[in-house]
């Protein structure tokens, strides 16, 4: 097989390849430090810090066979765009063997359906891909199976992702600084505290899909810009947003008003999902389901789905927006017949040789032991692991961990990363028990945090920091394959304490992308309410270093 490279260079940029018989990938947001990094806004100085990453691994002075080019990576002519062509360029000039060959690639849709198919257990599969658009699509149905690659069956015209993004736009609660990309993913902590109003719901849902190919760039950057830039929308998406204010101007929707908006929007969302795929469902009653693109990051969707279609199977990849892109270009080439694990193809610390000798002559090997013994006293431990993570979660290798039996963790959690306070935070446990404090049809494939089970209400008291205010919650099951070290964690946690359940948010803070260096680790430590960090199982005592 010959060694493949490729990459996506919009939002949530990433390199993906394919070397001596293993994928790798690589987000250049844990190079840059920005979230949603894009190549655009790659800076030139760290082009190094790539390159070393890549080299790491295929050897310095190695090339690729093959360059896979992205169809939208020839179409950029706006100023952000060329910055993008001139990364593009490094990579060829740089990695594309003097007798490589280019090729281009298939659309963004498709590279999600392979990402999707080729990261799950499944043999074959139904894969819906869904989000804010890409390559002229954004909802499509494609049938795959691992030998022979995906077949795309039917492309819907209805722009989903960008809908859900603008009714995100409406809820006060948000930060009017909030990124445009993000605002979906916080919308969706509130919907837990709303009440639904079935005849405001359809009336989202037929405006949703009336308004098919809503343009999701139409509503970038920040939150505040439905607002202050109202005149320059395009007349139909002011028509339909305006019907939710009785054809006046919009203003924000406050307090429990916005509660109650976004589950009406979540409500339409979910309908409209299952109006689209439940025929090809039937059609196809005997393969499971995979879900990619952004809106397979709708985690109450997800559930829904689960526990309808059960006992069929449904899968989410770890990286299923635009990060997993890169990967699914090069998958499409080389169609493994065994399933890709996701956590050992991204790369570990980058700034291990260069680590000060004043931090590392301050740490102290430890045991399990002692990280449960300070969790169940209270302690909140910046937990690094391994290689990181691929994806948006992070899952027990660049994590923030703490005991969630305690109330006040949330408020605390919420405080050292500086989140909203009405947003919830992630449980883990071990995948044999998760029945033990969740109902759901089945716990299969919940490595990801993709789908979010209801704590059994007689748990909910026990664990109060992780569970929502609906009695919902993110859950992320732990196997011995998705990640031996945070599982053996979790074995140890419950020898110790009779505790099967850890709090797990991703080791980050707001605005910032999952750290991936040594530097940003302590920053944390040292300027946040952070008690500990564990660096592969060293420990760093927050009070060595005050």
Known sequence: MENIISFHQGHDANIAFYWEGKHYAIQMEKIGGKRYQAMATFKKHLWPALCTEIDKIIGEGNKFDKLVRPVASYSYKTKGGRAGQRVIQEIENKYLHKDGVIEISCLHHMAHAYTALYCSPYDEALIVTIDGGGDGEYFTI???????????????????????????????????????????????????RGNIDISRAMKIKEMQESDMLFRPSTFAGKKEIVLKNWGALPTRHKENISLLFNGKKPAYFEGQEGFDHMADAQWAFENTVFEKIDPWMQKYPDIPLCLAGGCALNVLNNEVL????????????????????????????????????????????????????VFRNKGKKVTNKTICKLLAEGSVI????????????????????????????????????????????????????A????????????????????????????????????????????????????????????????????????????????????????????????????????????????
């Open 142 to 192: 494609n049938h795959g199976t691992r030998k022979d690659g995906i077949k795309q069956l039917a492309t819907i015209d209805l722009n989903l992702g960008g809908w859900y993004n603008a009714m995100s736009r409406l809820v006060a609660e948000i930060p009017e600084s909030a990124m445009g990309i993000s605002l979906p993913g916080k919308a969706m902590g509130v919907v837990a």
């Open 306 to 357: 689960k526990n309808y279609y059960h006992p069929r199977g449904i899968y989410i990849p770890p990286c299923p927006a635009d990060e997993g892109l890169g990967l699914g270009y090069v998958l499409e080439k080389t169609r493994p017949a065994k399933q890709i694990r996701s956590h050992d193809i991204c790369p570990p610390l980058r700034d291990t040789d260069e680590f000060s000798a």
């Open 382 to 433: 910046g937990y690094v692991q391994g290689n990181s993570e691929y994806g948006p979660r992070a899952l027990g290798f660049r994590s923030i961990i703490c005991d969630p039996y305690f109330d006040e963790m949330r408020d605390r959690i919420n405080k050292i990363k500086h989140r909203e306070w009405w947003r919830p935070f992630a449980p883990a446990c071990k995948k044999e028990d």
């Open 435 to 546: 029945e033990l404090y969740f109902e759901s049809a089945n716990f299969d494939n919940l490595e990801y945090m993709s789908f979010a089970p209801m704590v059994r209400e007689d748990r909910r008291e026990e664990v109060p920091a992780i569970t929502h205010v609906d009695g919902s919650s993110r859950l992320q099951t732990v196997t011995k394959d998705s990640n031996p070290k945070f599982y053996k964690l979790l074995s140890d946690w419950e020898k110790y304490h009779g505790k099967h359940v850890l709090l797990n948010t991703s080791f980050n803070i707001k605005g910032q992308a999952i750290l991936n260096t040594l530097d940003e680790a302590f920053e944390v430590l040292l300027t946040e309410e952070m008690d500990y960090l564990c660096i592969d199982n060293v420990l760093y005592d927050k009070k060595d270093f005050v």
